[in-house]
């Protein structure tokens, strides 16, 4: 619910603008050429600063006067005056610049908000502005001195910073989660964790078909487990995701993860596990002089062109490591089948490479650490996740479309092809 001061504030902007269009007069601004000299010699921006700020005096001025009329002149049927003048500010590129405003009111003495000053008070969305130079690097500690244009500008201390971050975050993170995502056309959902000061975080980012990435939602649990992967699907099966549609799940071979698919998509999930995370497990069972050899070997395989020749390269690699590292054959094994599902699926190599592993969350798990560089002190509550939502959110924003996304229509056909034939009587109303 909106608080008062917002209902009033919103009526007057809505009243200035019905003014502005009905009066139609002009409202000029005169400036002494030595003033504007002077102002150039400190720099153009100066000029427009100095110009901008008096041009606002102006307009409330102008407005006061439509409001109250004339100062020092009788006015029959009075209804509004003037009541002296008070402090306050304007925002201008994310600071708060004081300016001096004239208060009106009505014969019962009812204050009456100025159109003008809400708007020059709303200025450029303050949160917004701070949220976006520290999502560009910016610490709340510099942030003062690198963003100051005004001599007297004020709310840009650390502190300050900080609590319009807060807000700014808070509401970012809450957009995030609470997106609708129905309207999304999925071939593919990637699903990942890591661990991200101490605290594991899983991430779900989605493949459309026409080939762009789309932040899904995130989780923030203790560890990788099933509960906290669940309670993410549940949360995208409650914004609009259909699960009972045919998709690849490209995952990073987590056993709660696997669960947690299965359980909301059924056979309706194809599971594709991540094959560099597949390559990094084998390898940590093997000495160091074998890990390139192995890798190679691995890589190979998984580089063949069809499913039989990569599954007969990767067999015999397995039959090699049982003899003499038993350890790493197993690992190998594990899930093997999983990894080659877009082998199976016949996905053309080109997209097939871009859905063979997580990276696609990697490079944007990357982006949330070079955003979070500047935190220094982690605390509880949800800063946490605040941070890695924006991290994502600035991901998303450079994303671009899928390798091999000319090659996605070619994967729906053969996803289509998988899904369950519809009964007679559907048919029927769906052509009606």
């Known amino acids: 619910m909106k608080e008062t001061y917002q209902i009033e504030g919103q009526q007057a902007v809505k009243r200035l603008k019905q ?3 009905q009066s139609g007069h002009a409202v000029q601004l005169v400036l002494p050429l030595a003033e504007v000299v002077a102002w150039l010699q400190k720099g153009v921006g100066a000029l427009m600063r100095e110009a901008g700020l008096q041009l606002m005096q102006l307009v409330m001025q102008d407005e006061v006067q439509q409001l109250a009329g004339e100062r020092s002149q009788r006015q029959e049927n009075r209804q509004r005056y003037r009541w002296g003048t008070e402090k306050g500010f304007c925002v201008v590129q994310g600071q708060k610049v004081p300016i001096e405003r004239t208060r009106v009111r009505t014969l019962d003495r009812r204050e009456v908000r100025l159109g003008s000053y809400e708007l020059f008070r709303r200025g450029e969305p303050l949160n917004e502005t701070v949220w976006s130079r520290l999502m560009a690097g910016l610490s709340t ?9 005004f001599l007297e500008a004020y709310g840009i201390n650390k502190s300050a910073v900080s609590a ?3 807000e700014a975050s808070r509401e970012k993170l809450r957009q995030l989660m609470e997106r609708p995502l129905g309207h999304l056309r999925l071939c593919a959902v990637v699903i990942d964790a890591t661990v991200f000061e101490g605290q594991h975080v899983v991430v779900a980012i989605g493949i459309g078909r026409d080939g762009r990435k789309t932040v899904l939602g995130l989780r923030e649990g203790a560890s990788e487990n099933a509960t906290v992967v ?8 409650n914004r609009g995701v259909d699960f009972t549609q045919p998709r690849l799940y490209v995952l990073d071979g987590g056993k709660a993860l696997h669960a947690a698919v299965e359980r909301h998509a059924g056979k309706a999930g194809l599971i594709q596990r991540c094959q560099v995370h597949k390559k ?4 940590e ?3 160091q002089q074998q890990q390139a050899l192995v890798g190679a070997r691995l890589a190979g395989a998984y580089e063949q062109p069809d499913y039989a020749r990569a599954k007969r390269e990767l067999d015999q690699l397995h039959e090699e490591l049982m003899r003499s590292y038993p ?3 197993r690992s190998l094994a594990e899930g093997l089948e999983e990894t080659l599902t877009v082998h199976r699926l016949e996905v053309p190599l080109k997209l097939r490479r871009t859905l063979a592993s997580t990276n696609i969350i990697e490079s944007a798990f990357s982006i949330v650490e070079t955003v979070c560089r500047n935190v220094k002190r982690w605390h509880a509550g949800d800063q946490r996740e605040r941070w890695v939502g ?11 479309r899928v390798q091999g996304f000319r090659e996605i229509p070619r994967l729906v056909s053969i996803l289509d092809a998988l899904a369950p034939p519809q009964p007679a009587f559907a048919k029927r109303k769906g052509a009606a």
């Not at 500690?141 to 100051?148: E, H, K």
């Open 19 to 21: 003014m502005a269009e």
């Open 141 to 149: 500690r510099n942030y003062g001195p690198m963003v100051r244009e």
């Open 164 to 166: 319009h971050f807060i």
């Open 230 to 237: 669940a309670e993410l699907l549940s949360d995208l099966l």
């Open 280 to 283: 990094r497990n084998v390898l």
């Open 285 to 287: 069972h093997l000495p």
């Open 327 to 329: 350890s790493a054959a």
């Open 390 to 400: 924006s991290g994502l959110l600035v991901a998303e924003q450079q994303f671009r």
